[in-house]
């Protein structure tokens, strides 16, 4: 835990991050909790997450976000653009926290950030994202930051035997 004295940066993610965000996908992909991705079906190294990075940093709809806190990426944001003509001006979010560093108000601000970073670029007027039903914490960051519902899968992802979650898809206009 970060405690009060760890200062969190919010910042343009850099090559050297690819090992930080790896390491955060595997433990958040681990809790198996609001993913859709398993364990067993994520296996991307260092290398080529840095390619990720760098081709998200080539691109003028996309941009990838990291927190900091006492020097550490403790968490991202990420923004995909939709490749169509008709579509874009829109693109969806992805963010995680790593679980030491939740409930500290992180989340909330690598969010603000991607608005502000989306609303200043005269690309994108649409940031869409999608939601477990069951993510009671992150729907309700959503709707506090102006996000409005615009649809819901049901039974989207099934979790277990006889176990289903709804995907609730939200957008903002910036």
């Known amino acids: 835990m970060a405690g009060n ?3 969190s940066i919010i910042r343009t993610v850099e090559l050297e991050d690819a090992g930080a ?19 067993a079906e994520y296996n991307k190294t260092p290398e080529e997450q840095r390619e990720s990075i760098h ?7 996309e941009t990838l976000l ?6 550490n990426v403790v968490g ?16 969806s979010a992805g963010m995680m926290v790593n679980k030491d560093f939740r409930e500290m108000g992180i989340g909330k601000k690598l969010m603000e950030a991607l608005l502000s970073w989306a609303k200043n670029n005269p690309l994108i007027e649409k940031v ?19 996000f409005i519902e615009e649809g819901r899968k049901f039974r989207e992802f099934k979790m277990d035997e006889n176990e289903y979650v709804d ?3 939200l957008y903002k206009l910036v």
């Open 5 to 7: 004295n760890g200062i």
């Open 21 to 39: 965000i790896v390491n955060i996908m595997n433990a958040v992909i681990a809790e198996g909790e609001y993913l859709i991705t398993t364990p």
């Open 55 to 61: 081709n998200i940093l080539e691109n003028e709809r």
């Open 66 to 71: 990291v927190a900091e806190v006492n020097g």
């Open 76 to 91: 991202y944001i990420v923004f995909f653009s939709q490749t169509r003509k008709r579509m874009s001006h829109t693109g």
């Open 128 to 146: 869409s994202l999608g939601v477990f039903s069951n993510n009671h914490r992150a729907k309700a960051l959503y709707k506090s930051l102006g």
């Open 167 to 169: 995907d609730i898809l």
